[in-house]
Nanobody, 128 residues
Framework: QVQLEESGGGSVQAGGSLRLSCAAS???????MGWFRQAPGKQREGVAH???????TYADSVKGRFTISKDNAKNTLNLQMNSLKPEDTAMYYC???????????????????????WGKGTLVTISS
């Protein structure tokens, strides 16, 4: 049974940094993993994803500020978030898929219909 558990959320001022982690227990596949977020009153949006070979893709809104990475030894997915803005305030979710990222189109990955497992989320609040 796959379980994803996010941690690292919190409240920081604009310009600050946070590092999110996602512990992936029971997930032994070399599949696509990613981060999503959902702000109050808005639709869920894809933030970044990473393939088994380490290839990363980012939403334009976070490119150059966020870095997604995997620690295979610890079975952990990370999201380093720098230069945070108030518009980054959201619940952040970790997700994992059965297949690798190159099996899906970028659109489907960011829309979110390829993911098989989801975490419960961690809240990030950025104050101005």
């Amino acid at each position: 049974q796959v379980q994803l558990e996010e941690s690292g959320g919190g409240s920081v001022q604009a310009g600050g940094s946070l590092r999110l982690s996602c512990a992936a227990s029971g997930y032994t596949r070399n599949g696509c993993m990613g981060w999503f977020r959902q702000a109050p009153g808005k639709q869920r949006e894809g933030v970044a994803h990473i393939s088994s070979d380490g290839t990363t893709t980012y939403a334009d809104s976070v490119k150059g500020r966020f870095t997604i990475s995997k620690d295979n030894a610890k079975n952990t997915l990370n999201l380093q978030m720098n230069s945070l803005k108030p518009e980054d305030t959201a619940m952040y979710y970790c997700a994992a898929a059965r297949r690798d990222c190159n099996f899906y189109t970028r659109t489907r990955i960011f829309v979110g219909d390829v993911w098989n497992w989801w975490g419960k989320g961690t809240l990030v609040t950025i104050s101005s």
